[in-house]
Protein backbone atom coordinates (compact mmCIF):
# COMPACT_ATOMS: atom_id res chain seq x y z
CA UNK A 1 0.00 0.00 0.00
CA UNK A 2 1.27 3.32 -1.07
CA UNK A 3 2.13 5.71 1.72
CA UNK A 4 1.01 9.66 2.09
CA UNK A 5 4.49 10.61 1.35
CA UNK A 6 4.44 8.46 -2.12
CA UNK A 7 0.61 9.62 -2.87
CA UNK A 8 2.15 13.19 -2.78
CA UNK A 9 4.64 12.74 -4.78
CA UNK A 10 2.12 10.87 -7.42
CA UNK A 11 0.36 13.91 -6.97
CA UNK A 12 3.47 15.44 -8.98
CA UNK A 13 3.23 18.75 -6.66
CA UNK A 14 5.71 20.40 -9.27
CA UNK A 15 3.06 20.61 -12.01
CA UNK A 16 0.88 22.27 -9.19
CA UNK A 17 2.12 26.20 -10.60
CA UNK A 18 0.57 25.11 -13.75
CA UNK A 19 -2.60 25.07 -11.66
CA UNK A 20 -2.22 28.49 -9.52
CA UNK A 21 -0.82 30.77 -12.41
CA UNK A 22 -4.07 31.11 -14.70
CA UNK A 23 -6.03 31.73 -11.21
CA UNK A 24 -3.64 34.30 -10.39
CA UNK A 25 -3.76 35.90 -13.38
CA UNK A 26 -7.04 35.91 -14.35
CA UNK A 27 -7.67 37.41 -10.82
CA UNK A 28 -5.05 40.21 -12.01
CA UNK A 29 -7.17 40.60 -14.77
CA UNK A 30 -10.80 40.89 -13.04
CA UNK A 31 -9.20 43.30 -10.41
CA UNK A 32 -7.56 45.59 -13.10
CA UNK A 33 -11.31 45.99 -14.86
CA UNK A 34 -12.83 46.52 -11.90
CA UNK A 35 -10.74 49.18 -11.27
CA UNK A 36 -11.07 50.53 -14.79
CA UNK A 37 -14.64 50.67 -15.03
CA UNK A 38 -15.71 51.75 -11.56
CA UNK A 39 -12.71 52.63 -9.53
CA UNK A 40 -13.06 50.50 -7.02
CA UNK A 41 -13.08 46.87 -6.05
CA UNK A 42 -15.79 44.65 -4.37
CA UNK A 43 -13.42 42.10 -1.89
CA UNK A 44 -16.29 40.64 -1.10
CA UNK A 45 -16.78 39.24 -4.47
CA UNK A 46 -13.48 38.68 -5.76
CA UNK A 47 -11.96 36.67 -2.61
CA UNK A 48 -14.14 33.70 -2.56
CA UNK A 49 -14.31 33.21 -6.48
CA UNK A 50 -10.79 33.89 -7.27
CA UNK A 51 -10.42 30.76 -4.15
CA UNK A 52 -13.24 28.66 -5.79
CA UNK A 53 -11.40 28.95 -8.97
CA UNK A 54 -8.49 28.01 -7.23
CA UNK A 55 -10.03 24.96 -5.76
CA UNK A 56 -11.31 23.88 -9.27
CA UNK A 57 -7.77 24.14 -10.86
CA UNK A 58 -5.85 22.47 -8.30
CA UNK A 59 -8.37 19.42 -7.79
CA UNK A 60 -8.77 19.14 -11.62
CA UNK A 61 -4.48 19.41 -11.80
CA UNK A 62 -4.07 16.98 -9.29
CA UNK A 63 -6.74 14.54 -11.11
CA UNK A 64 -5.29 14.41 -14.33
CA UNK A 65 -2.20 13.25 -13.00
CA UNK A 66 -3.83 10.52 -11.29
CA UNK A 67 -5.70 9.64 -14.17
CA UNK A 68 -2.29 10.55 -16.32
CA UNK A 69 -0.34 8.04 -13.77
CA UNK A 70 -3.29 5.24 -14.52
CA UNK A 71 -3.75 5.42 -17.72
CA UNK A 72 0.22 5.31 -18.75
CA UNK A 73 0.76 2.50 -15.57
CA UNK A 74 -1.98 0.10 -17.14
CA UNK A 75 -0.24 0.50 -20.63
CA UNK A 76 2.95 0.16 -19.74
CA UNK A 77 4.07 3.36 -21.25
CA UNK A 78 5.77 3.99 -17.30
CA UNK A 79 7.66 0.80 -16.71
CA UNK A 80 10.87 2.10 -18.00
CA UNK A 81 10.73 5.98 -16.68
CA UNK A 82 13.33 8.12 -15.54
CA UNK A 83 10.83 11.30 -14.67
CA UNK A 84 9.04 11.69 -10.93
CA UNK A 85 7.89 8.55 -9.31
CA UNK A 86 4.55 6.73 -10.73
CA UNK A 87 1.95 4.99 -8.55
CA UNK A 88 0.65 2.70 -10.96
CA UNK A 89 4.02 1.47 -12.49
CA UNK A 90 6.23 1.51 -9.29
CA UNK A 91 2.86 -0.88 -8.40
CA UNK A 92 2.78 1.42 -4.47
CA UNK A 93 -0.82 1.32 -5.10
CA UNK A 94 -3.41 -0.56 -7.25
CA UNK A 95 -4.45 0.77 -10.41
CA UNK A 96 -8.08 1.20 -9.67
CA UNK A 97 -7.06 2.94 -6.36
CA UNK A 98 -5.21 5.68 -8.74
CA UNK A 99 -8.29 5.84 -10.61
CA UNK A 100 -10.54 5.90 -7.71
CA UNK A 101 -8.23 8.85 -6.86
CA UNK A 102 -8.41 10.73 -10.21
CA UNK A 103 -12.30 10.70 -10.37
CA UNK A 104 -12.37 11.86 -6.63
CA UNK A 105 -10.23 14.48 -7.64
CA UNK A 106 -12.19 15.10 -11.39
CA UNK A 107 -15.62 15.41 -9.28
CA UNK A 108 -13.85 17.86 -6.46
CA UNK A 109 -13.30 19.82 -9.50
CA UNK A 110 -17.13 19.22 -10.66
CA UNK A 111 -18.31 20.56 -7.64
CA UNK A 112 -16.49 23.42 -7.17
CA UNK A 113 -17.21 24.68 -10.26
CA UNK A 114 -20.50 24.37 -9.92
CA UNK A 115 -20.77 26.28 -7.14
CA UNK A 116 -18.28 28.91 -8.79
CA UNK A 117 -21.04 29.06 -11.10
CA UNK A 118 -23.58 29.35 -9.65
CA UNK A 119 -22.51 32.56 -7.81
CA UNK A 120 -21.53 34.25 -10.93
CA UNK A 121 -24.59 32.96 -12.94
CA UNK A 122 -23.04 31.83 -15.93
CA UNK A 123 -24.39 28.75 -16.57
CA UNK A 124 -22.82 28.39 -19.82
CA UNK A 125 -19.58 27.68 -18.35
CA UNK A 126 -21.21 23.99 -17.78
CA UNK A 127 -19.96 23.25 -20.87
CA UNK A 128 -16.32 24.50 -20.66
CA UNK A 129 -16.53 22.77 -17.50
CA UNK A 130 -17.62 19.35 -18.98
CA UNK A 131 -14.99 19.97 -21.76
CA UNK A 132 -12.38 20.35 -19.35
CA UNK A 133 -13.03 17.01 -17.30
CA UNK A 134 -12.90 15.04 -20.74
CA UNK A 135 -9.90 16.70 -21.49
CA UNK A 136 -8.37 15.81 -18.38
CA UNK A 137 -9.29 12.40 -18.66
CA UNK A 138 -8.75 11.48 -22.45
CA UNK A 139 -5.28 13.11 -22.31
CA UNK A 140 -3.75 9.38 -21.75
CA UNK A 141 -7.35 7.58 -21.39
CA UNK A 142 -9.25 5.81 -23.60
CA UNK A 143 -9.01 3.88 -26.80
CA UNK A 144 -7.35 7.18 -28.55
CA UNK A 145 -5.85 9.46 -25.75
CA UNK A 146 -5.25 12.71 -27.74
CA UNK A 147 -1.55 12.76 -25.39
CA UNK A 148 -0.17 10.17 -27.70
CA UNK A 149 -0.80 11.65 -30.78
CA UNK A 150 1.07 14.86 -30.03
CA UNK A 151 -2.07 17.26 -28.82
CA UNK A 152 -1.16 17.43 -25.43
CA UNK A 153 0.61 20.66 -25.84
CA UNK A 154 -2.47 22.60 -27.23
CA UNK A 155 -5.14 21.26 -24.59
CA UNK A 156 -2.97 22.76 -22.16
CA UNK A 157 -2.49 25.94 -24.02
CA UNK A 158 -6.65 26.03 -24.50
CA UNK A 159 -7.70 24.70 -20.77
CA UNK A 160 -4.49 26.10 -18.20
CA UNK A 161 -4.26 29.24 -20.66
CA UNK A 162 -7.58 30.46 -22.49
CA UNK A 163 -9.91 28.53 -20.25
CA UNK A 164 -8.41 28.78 -17.36
CA UNK A 165 -7.65 32.80 -16.91
CA UNK A 166 -10.69 34.08 -19.07
CA UNK A 167 -12.81 31.64 -17.29
CA UNK A 168 -11.57 32.83 -13.63
CA UNK A 169 -11.77 36.73 -14.51
CA UNK A 170 -15.40 36.07 -16.34
CA UNK A 171 -16.53 34.66 -13.22
CA UNK A 172 -15.88 37.54 -10.95
CA UNK A 173 -16.65 40.18 -13.54
CA UNK A 174 -18.23 39.49 -16.69
CA UNK A 175 -16.29 41.94 -19.21
CA UNK A 176 -14.04 40.33 -21.48
CA UNK A 177 -11.10 42.43 -22.71
CA UNK A 178 -7.91 42.24 -24.82
CA UNK A 179 -6.16 41.93 -21.73
CA UNK A 180 -7.60 39.27 -20.13
CA UNK A 181 -6.42 37.22 -24.01
CA UNK A 182 -3.07 38.36 -23.98
CA UNK A 183 -2.73 37.71 -20.25
CA UNK A 184 -4.30 33.99 -21.10
CA UNK A 185 -1.74 33.34 -24.16
CA UNK A 186 1.55 34.35 -21.82
CA UNK A 187 0.15 31.41 -19.32
CA UNK A 188 -0.75 29.07 -21.64
CA UNK A 189 2.53 29.17 -23.52
CA UNK A 190 4.26 28.36 -20.13
CA UNK A 191 2.13 25.90 -19.19
CA UNK A 192 3.23 24.11 -22.30
CA UNK A 193 6.83 25.21 -21.40
CA UNK A 194 6.44 22.68 -18.53
CA UNK A 195 5.07 20.38 -20.69
CA UNK A 196 7.81 20.33 -23.42
CA UNK A 197 10.20 20.16 -20.45
CA UNK A 198 8.04 16.72 -19.36
CA UNK A 199 8.11 14.95 -22.60
CA UNK A 200 11.53 16.01 -23.72
CA UNK A 201 13.04 14.18 -20.80
CA UNK A 202 10.65 11.40 -22.06
CA UNK A 203 11.45 11.21 -25.82
CA UNK A 204 13.61 8.19 -25.58
CA UNK A 205 11.00 5.69 -23.64
CA UNK A 206 8.12 7.53 -25.61
CA UNK A 207 9.43 6.67 -28.52
CA UNK A 208 9.78 2.82 -27.49
CA UNK A 209 6.60 2.98 -25.85
CA UNK A 210 4.68 4.41 -28.75
CA UNK A 211 3.75 7.78 -27.11
CA UNK A 212 3.68 9.77 -29.97
CA UNK A 213 3.87 13.45 -28.26
CA UNK A 214 4.64 16.31 -29.79
CA UNK A 215 8.55 16.28 -28.67
CA UNK A 216 8.74 12.61 -30.05
CA UNK A 217 7.71 14.25 -33.37
CA UNK A 218 9.60 17.47 -33.62
CA UNK A 219 12.57 15.91 -32.32
CA UNK A 220 14.95 16.92 -29.60
CA UNK A 221 16.55 19.92 -31.89
CA UNK A 222 12.56 21.23 -32.80
CA UNK A 223 11.37 20.40 -29.17
CA UNK A 224 14.17 22.57 -27.63
CA UNK A 225 14.03 25.76 -29.89
CA UNK A 226 9.55 25.22 -28.94
CA UNK A 227 10.29 25.21 -25.22
CA UNK A 228 13.07 28.26 -25.47
CA UNK A 229 9.68 30.49 -27.97
CA UNK A 230 7.37 29.20 -25.02
CA UNK A 231 9.44 30.99 -22.08
CA UNK A 232 10.37 33.78 -23.77
CA UNK A 233 7.31 35.22 -25.84
CA UNK A 234 5.14 35.44 -23.09
CA UNK A 235 7.14 38.27 -21.80
CA UNK A 236 6.58 40.06 -25.36
CA UNK A 237 2.90 39.10 -25.22
CA UNK A 238 2.73 41.72 -22.04
CA UNK A 239 4.20 44.70 -23.82
CA UNK A 240 0.76 45.99 -24.97
CA UNK A 241 -0.32 45.80 -21.51
CA UNK A 242 2.71 47.13 -19.89
CA UNK A 243 1.52 49.90 -21.88
CA UNK A 244 -1.65 50.08 -20.94
CA UNK A 245 -0.84 49.55 -17.27
CA UNK A 246 2.76 50.62 -16.74
CA UNK A 247 3.05 48.23 -13.05
CA UNK A 248 3.08 45.01 -15.39
CA UNK A 249 6.63 46.28 -15.81
CA UNK A 250 6.97 44.35 -12.99
CA UNK A 251 6.87 40.96 -14.65
CA UNK A 252 10.27 41.56 -15.89
CA UNK A 253 11.49 40.56 -12.57
CA UNK A 254 10.73 37.01 -13.51
CA UNK A 255 12.92 37.36 -16.76
CA UNK A 256 16.13 36.19 -15.01
CA UNK A 257 14.50 33.49 -13.91
CA UNK A 258 14.07 31.99 -17.79
CA UNK A 259 18.30 31.63 -17.86
CA UNK A 260 18.30 28.82 -16.05
CA UNK A 261 15.33 26.72 -17.77
CA UNK A 262 16.59 27.91 -21.60
CA UNK A 263 20.97 27.71 -20.82
CA UNK A 264 20.24 23.64 -19.42
CA UNK A 265 17.70 22.80 -22.42
CA UNK A 266 19.50 24.09 -25.52
CA UNK A 267 22.98 23.27 -23.22
CA UNK A 268 21.55 19.47 -24.12
CA UNK A 269 20.36 18.38 -20.90
CA UNK A 270 18.56 15.31 -20.90
CA UNK A 271 16.85 12.59 -19.08
CA UNK A 272 17.12 13.13 -15.11
CA UNK A 273 19.12 16.71 -15.47
CA UNK A 274 15.87 17.55 -16.89
CA UNK A 275 14.01 17.03 -14.01
CA UNK A 276 15.40 20.14 -12.05
CA UNK A 277 14.57 22.04 -15.33
CA UNK A 278 10.49 21.08 -14.79
CA UNK A 279 10.62 22.97 -10.97
CA UNK A 280 12.94 26.15 -12.43
CA UNK A 281 9.98 26.20 -15.57
CA UNK A 282 7.23 25.88 -12.90
CA UNK A 283 9.02 28.15 -10.38
CA UNK A 284 9.26 30.81 -13.70
CA UNK A 285 5.28 30.43 -14.26
CA UNK A 286 4.74 31.01 -11.04
CA UNK A 287 6.42 34.07 -10.50
CA UNK A 288 5.61 35.56 -13.59
CA UNK A 289 1.46 35.05 -12.84
CA UNK A 290 2.00 36.72 -9.35
CA UNK A 291 4.33 39.36 -10.30
CA UNK A 292 1.50 39.99 -12.93
CA UNK A 293 -1.55 39.88 -10.55
CA UNK A 294 0.92 42.40 -8.43
CA UNK A 295 1.01 44.94 -11.10
CA UNK A 296 -2.52 44.55 -12.13
CA UNK A 297 -3.39 45.42 -8.85
CA UNK A 298 -1.36 48.30 -8.46
Known amino acids: MASLSQWVQGARPKTLPAALAPVA ?18 WALVVPRALLALAVSFSLQIGVNFANDYSDGIRGTDDDRVGPFRLTASRAAAPGT ?3 AAIGSLAAGAVFGLVLIALAQIWWALLAGAAALAAAWFYTGGKKP ?20 NGTA ?28 NNLRDIPTDAVSGKRTLAVRLGQRGTRVLHTVTVLAPFVLMVPVMVAQWTV ?9 TLGPVRAVLGGARGRDLIPVLGRTGRLELVFSLLLLLGLCL
Do not use: K
Not at 146 to 163: A, D, I, N, R, T
Not at 184 to 196: P, T
Open 170 to 197: YAITPHPSWVALLVSCAIGLLAVALMLT
Open 146 to 165: YGYLGLGELFVFVFFGLVAV
Open 249 to 257: LLVLLALPL
Open 98 to 100: VRT
Open 25 to 42: AGTGVAIWQLGEQSGTVD
